[in-house]
């Protein structure tokens, strides 16, 4: 049985991040990017594909952790017969190259502790040559290399295949341990290795207490939202603005099944929601520099526009399996690069350009060119607007008339001309009219289910999607509609034991619509999708509830992954997840405002 995904915690830098266990042992990490190979890999495989463990000798889950407050500093404390150690982890903002630093504290009495360190390059599957130099542990392969230093007297009782140091630490004493990645031509150790721990621990706590300040939400779910807003920011590339969707890939939304996919990238789909909740939550740099990697990102000509692009705007994202990897509880294949990137999606259209209009409203300055880029767009979906497409969800199944894109072609059109009216450029306003209304007159018609009372999936489809939840939020109806109030009721044969589906499984055979084998798990944007919607229509009560129900399934340092199994209590998919944070934060804004009663206190889950 594999570590659950739920006692995973992150740590990042900016720029990439790692994955911690309860048990010390850090089994993802790829360097020195997101979406660079791993070199500790045991998440996806077996300890023999790479993990770094820090913890008492004869190992165990810690007794407690937490992040310090308002940081993405880790404190794990163990209790043990002979005394009590803590272990904090952090990964300093990048300054220079990437480093993850340990340090390891005795609160009592005395404890034997043990790092092993065991590397294996290219996605856990080249072992590196380690040598000594300097008084560190170097490990080399092909272009990487990575040291690990220790600031204090520790007992190296040899490993072929590891690097092990045995070390006794009492209260009082300390002992900090340094792992840096450097390209492998350089022969110097890296910079960190010859800095105080204590100066990295103070400057790294004090860069996300001054950022976390910024966060102008109020309300009774503080905590939740500003840890939101910590992991959002732990997943934004720095050099380029890019918001990967998780740090992870292939963490199954079935277990056992092939529902495993590479989430180290960044989401057209993502952009509008991302955008709003930063620009809600006052993060204004970010949101521009969200915008700026957009722009960047999708410049060319709109025909060649992607659902899914690299951290640095990159294109080619082939995807691979590896087969050397044995699979989150034998989930497989393990896959490296995702060919969703080469899908054609109707609604990136609409996600782009609502991003652009939310981004113009509140004051961000917009390039000249940019309006050159929305003409190219809106001419290109005028031409391809009626085509089906693969959806949202991107199915790998036939293409269809997905209603959610057609909705999002409608927003496309309603942005442009908004965006036109502000700037004074009314050139083609008539024509981008028409498409707008006609757009809005086929959905209602082709996408409307009077037997359900209810839009569906896609056109001449029973089958439902909570994906058309969101039409208030983008203006398409208004949430007292009768036609969105029949909607929100006929949702709820989404359900599974208080949580939404994205849409309706088909069991353990291949899902006629999304062409993959295996059921999943309930989504956790979807389940605050619902709330939102609930909100809107009046039952405020049912959506606090279940926004409650949302915050009791974080893990136990305010964590989620894409989907909840409430059969096994468990998270399922890659984590932590953008999507089900950024939806957090959208949903306690939405209560917030939502009138009397919103100061309930809400509930929270032991970890």
Not at 17 to 36: E, H, K, N, Y
Not at 265 to 292: I, K
Not at 294 to 308: F, W
Not at 467 to 478: E, Q
């Amino acid at each position: 049985m594999s570590t659950p995904i739920e006692a995973y915690a992150l740590l990042s830098d900016l720029e990439t991040a790692a994955m911690v266990g309860r048990d010390g042992s850090i089994d993802w990490l790829c360097l020195p990017r997101f979406d660079s190979p791993a070199c500790l890999a045991a998440l996806l495989g077996t300890p023999g594909n790479g993990f770094w463990r820090v913890a008492p000798v004869g190992g165990g889950p810690c007794a407690h952790r937490s992040y310090r407050r308002d940081t993405l500093v880790l404190d794990s404390r163990w209790e043990t017969p002979t005394g009590v150690v803590r272990v904090t982890d952090f990964m300093p903002p990048r300054a220079g190259v990437p480093c993850l630093v340990r340090v390891v504290e005795g609160l009592s009495g005395s404890v034997s502790m043990r790092s092993e360190l065991r590397l294996r390059f290219h996605q856990g599957r080249v072992v590196p040559w380690v040598r000594a130099v300097d008084q560190c542990a170097v490990a080399v392969a092909g272009p990487d290399a990575v040291w690990l230093g220790a600031d204090g007297a520790v007992r190296e009782p040899g490993g072929v295949d590891a690097t092990v140091y045995d070390f006794t630490v009492s209260a009082g004493r300390r002992l900090a341990l340094t792992l840096a990645w450097s390209p492998s031509h350089l022969p110097e150790p890296p910079a960190p290795l010859s800095l105080p721990a204590e100066t990295l621990l103070k400057e790294t706590a004090d860069y996300w207490r001054t950022w976390t300040a910024q966060c102008c939400y109020e309300g009774p779910w503080r905590d939740a939202v500003v840890r939101s807003l910590i992991t959002l920011k732990a997943l934004i590339y720095a050099p380029t603005g890019g918001i990967v969707a998780a740090p992870t890939t292939s963490l199954p939304g079935c277990i056992g099944g092939e529902r495993n996919w590479d989430y180290r990238y960044c989401w057209l789909r993502d952009s509008t929601f991302a955008q709003s909740c930063l620009l809600h939550s006052g993060y204004r740099e970010e949101a521009t520099a969200w915008l700026d990697w957009l722009v960047r990102a999708i410049a060319g000509n709109p025909c060649d526009l992607q659902t899914v692009y690299g951290v640095g705007g990159q294109r080619l994202l082939p995807e691979t399996e590896a087969p050397w990897l044995a699979g989150y509880e034998g989930s497989r294949p393990v896959r490296f690069g995702n060919s969703a990137a080469n899908q054609f999606q109707l609604d990136v259209y609409g996600e782009v350009l609502d991003t652009f209009w939310l981004s113009l409203r509140a004051g961000i300055p917009m390039p000249a060119h940019v309006w050159h880029l929305v003409e190219a767009m809106m001419g290109y979906l005028q031409r391809h607007w009626r085509e089906p497409d693969q959806g949202l969800w991107q199915m790998r199944g036939p293409r269809r008339q997905f209603v959610h894109s057609k909705v999002m072609a409608w927003v496309a059109a309603d942005r442009a001309l908004r965006m036109g009216e502000l700037l004074g450029r009314n050139g083609s306003s008539g024509e981008w009219r028409a498409m707008r209304d006609e757009v809005h007159r086929q959905v209602c018609q082709e996408g409307w289910d009077p037997g359900q009372c209810s839009f569906v999936q896609s056109y001449g489809s029973s089958a439902l999607d909570a994906s058309v939840l969101l039409m208030p939020r983008f203006g398409f109806l208004p949430a007292h509609d009768q036609r969105m109030r029949g909607t929100v009721r006929a949702m709820s044969r989404l359900d599974l034991r208080g949580f939404v589906r994205r849409y309706a499984s088909d069991g353990d055979g291949v899902h006629e619509v999304d062409g993959v084998h295996g059921s999943e798990g309930a989504f956790v944007s979807c389940s605050l999708w619902y709330a939102d919607a609930l909100a809107a229509t009046g039952h405020v009560e049912q959506a606090r509830d279940l926004f409650e129900r949302v915050l009791a399934v974080r893990n136990d340092v305010g964590l989620l992954s894409e989907q909840w199994d409430p059969d096994a209590g468990r998270q399922l998919g890659n984590a932590p997840k953008a999507f089900s944070h950024i939806a957090l934060v959208e949903t306690a804004f939405a209560l917030r405002a939502s009138g009397p009663g919103a100061a309930r206190r809400p509930r929270t889950r032991s970890g």
